[in-house]
């Protein structure tokens, strides 16, 4: 054992050094992008090297893949999403197979968190490991060697720095030498960042291919509101219901049917200040919902139908933001907020309707925050690695108002340029169909902004993506042939 041990923990020792060293370049550029990709293929390769039990474990195979996509993302196109969450992928891949079963995404997380929090002392755990492997096959204790070495040094070493001390005292040139040999000196050379850097990425490193055994607790208790009897719930759901089913008629009397608002109130001040403000009233709602559920709620056949009766009026009122935020949309433009808005609405909504399907049936609370953690990932993973945000923003407002023509809202350019090289190829197409001179001239002057950004980008490792340079070729080959 002791053999298999000290083979470990000198592979391990070795790897870790490697990885801080690969890991290193990242803090030379202003961003983390393709090199931080490629640190993330070579680490988590290092992983499944040195873990057998990762290649037979399908889940961990699964976490692993994900890991891969989220890397390949980062070499794809920088950004900040995928860097944080391709650390807790790598905690999943290292942990799961540990695991009998995946459980729920609740508990996972909570191990994950707790994985993180107790890595932090991954030393102290190998120190122990050692001193009980040296006691058990009758090594010397640490502090008998660490004598005979002091007593071995002590005199040859004094005598050495008193008289160095006295030799750079009478020789200046003895003095000029040992300057530079002197800690102060190369503490000035080393960037107090650097350092910290270095030792966050040994100690992730280390516990990524160390990891340190934690305990699975059980699940705890399920959430309950104390003090909520079935009559106070039953209550309470009949007065829910009735203050959504008001809010819900004005949405479906004023912004579904479209009937005329009443004097001094526009449709962008309806549709605007409820959209955030009604997804917060959903979420809470049905925060209270799974708070109120109790196991054999579906024998209740009032307390039941008022549930789904609140449940459908919520979903409704989801819809209803969704429409809102639309019509501000159509007449404000898109931008990456309010598409993110969009989106968190829909998994809402989707959410809502899990909750509906548990109720209905016999599934858990575990299934429940299952479906809704895969739903969300999902989405999660669509928009990091296969769809580009801003060019989708500046695409659809190039669009909309190219079919608007003159009549429709003026293109809001600051927006656009915000958006970066992802615009380029947009305004690029507004420039060449647009038939307002006007526009065309404004979309010239931003795309060559654009198209140079892009070059400088392209011309440096840091800024490298393959999406920008697929992005470089095609507008190059747009231009290309356009007529002089």
């Known amino acids: 054992m002791a ?5 470990s923990f000198l592979l391990r020792a070795g790897l870790t050094p490697a990885l801080v060293a690969v890991a290193d370049p990242l803090l030379d550029g202003p961003r983390l992008g393709a090199p931080a990709g490629v640190l993330g293929l070579v680490w988590l390769g290092t992983v499944m090297a040195i873990h057998p039990e990762v290649r037979r474990s399908r889940p961990a195979l699964v976490a ?3 890991a891969t996509l989220l890397a390949l993302s980062m070499i794809e196109d920088a950004g900040a999403l995928a860097p944080l969450l391709f650390l807790p992928a790598l905690g999943m891949v290292v942990l799961l197979p540990r695991q009998r079963r995946f459980d729920d995404a609740w508990h996972w997380f909570s191990r994950l968190a707790r994985f993180g929090f ?4 991954p030393f102290l755990d190998e120190g122990r490991t050692l001193l009980r492997l040296r006691a058990r096959h009758g090594a010397p204790a640490p502090g008998s060697v660490a004598g005979r070495w002091l007593r071995l040094l002590a005199v040859p070493v004094l005598g050495a720095l008193v008289f160095l001390f006295f030799f750079a005292s009478a020789n200046p040139l003895v003095e000029r030498a040992l300057a530079v040999l002197a800690p102060a000196h190369w503490l000035d050379l080393v960037d107090p960042a650097r350092l910290a850097f270095w030792a966050v990425m040994a100690v992730l490193a280390w516990t990524s291919l160390r990891p340190r055994r934690i305990s699975w607790r059980a699940a705890p208790a399920p959430l309950a509101l104390p003090g909520l009897n079935t009559a106070s719930l039953r209550l309470s759901l009949i007065v829910f219901n009735l203050i959504f089913a008001v809010e819900n008629l004005l949405d479906l009397t004023f912004l579904w049917s479209g009937a005329a608002l009443p004097d001094g109130v526009t449709m962008a001040d309806y549709a605007h200040r409820g959209a955030y403000a009604l997804i917060a009233t959903a979420l809470m709602a049905g925060g209270f919902v799974l708070a109120a559920c109790r196991p054999g709620i579906a024998g209740d056949r009032l307390l039941f139908r008022l549930l ?3 449940i459908g009026q919520n979903v409704l009122l989801v819809a209803s933001s969704m429409r809102r935020t639309l019509d501000y949309v159509e007449a404000y433009g898109l931008t990456e907020l309010r598409l993110a808005a969009l989106v968190w609405m829909a998994l809402v909504g989707l959410g809502l309707v899990l909750i509906c399907l548990r109720l209905a049936g016999t599934r858990s609370g575990g299934w429940l925050i299952n479906a809704n953690a895969l739903a969300a990932g999902v989405t999660l993973m669509i928009f990091i690695t296969a769809i580009d945000p801003a060019a989708v923003v500046a695409s659809w407002n190039v669009h909309r108002h190219l079919a608007a023509g003159e009549q429709g809202p003026a293109l809001d350019w600051d927006y ?4 970066g ?4 190829l947009p305004v690029l197409e507004l420039e060449v169909a647009t038939g307002d001179e006007g526009v065309r001239g404004e979309a010239r002057d931003l795309r060559a902004h654009l198209l140079a950004d892009l070059e400088r980008h392209q011309s440096t490792v840091d800024w490298w993506s ?3 340079a697929r992005r470089l070729a095609e507008a190059r080959r747009r231009l290309a042939s356009l007529p002089d």
Do not use: I
Request: aromatic content about 16%.
């Open 416 to 419: 656009m340029e915000s958006l």
């Open 466 to 468: 393959y999406r920008g």
């Open 64 to 66: 692993a893949g994900v």
């Open 421 to 424: 090289p992802a615009a380029l």
């Open 118 to 121: 107790f890595s932090l002392l």
């Open 3 to 7: 053999l298999t041990f000290r083979r």
């Open 308 to 310: 789904l009766a609140w």
